[in-house]
């Protein structure tokens, strides 16, 4: 993975980021060891420090936690927690700027829902030719 390092999303964010979408993929299971912050610092050539904010922003919001002495481990439920939290924050903000890019172009509801509708079709044709 590469980091954005243009000053708009912060390291430590990309990787906690990062981690959440591990997880969703099942690349960790609930109670599976994470990588530790020096893992992270070798892997993504980064400072240690950055990497542990990025594991501390995860364990604040309870999606991983710790085992003193042992590392950190992904929380049962974590991946329905990052689903929820995604829908709930991202999705909205994309969707609001989604809109907002619409009105000022002069497209359509309808033309917007079948964009939306078109892209969706490609996304399942591309998935079903990698399946």
Partial sequence: MKFNQD???PIY???SEWIETEILSGAFAEDQKVFSQYQLAEMF???PATAAKGLN???DETILYKKRGLGMFVTPNAKQFIL????NQT?????????MESERLGVS????INMIKVEKERQRGNQ???N
């Fill in 109 to 112: 509801e309808d033309e917007l």
């Fill in 128 to 130: 079903d030719e990698r």
């Fill in 84 to 87: 929820e939290k995604r829908k």
């Fill in 57 to 59: 922003l995860l364990a």
């Fill in 13 to 15: 964010v990309q990787i």
């Fill in 7 to 9: 000053g708009t999303k």
């Fill in 91 to 99: 999705m909205k903000n994309l969707v609001f700027e989604l809109v």
């Fill in 45 to 47: 050539n980064i400072n």
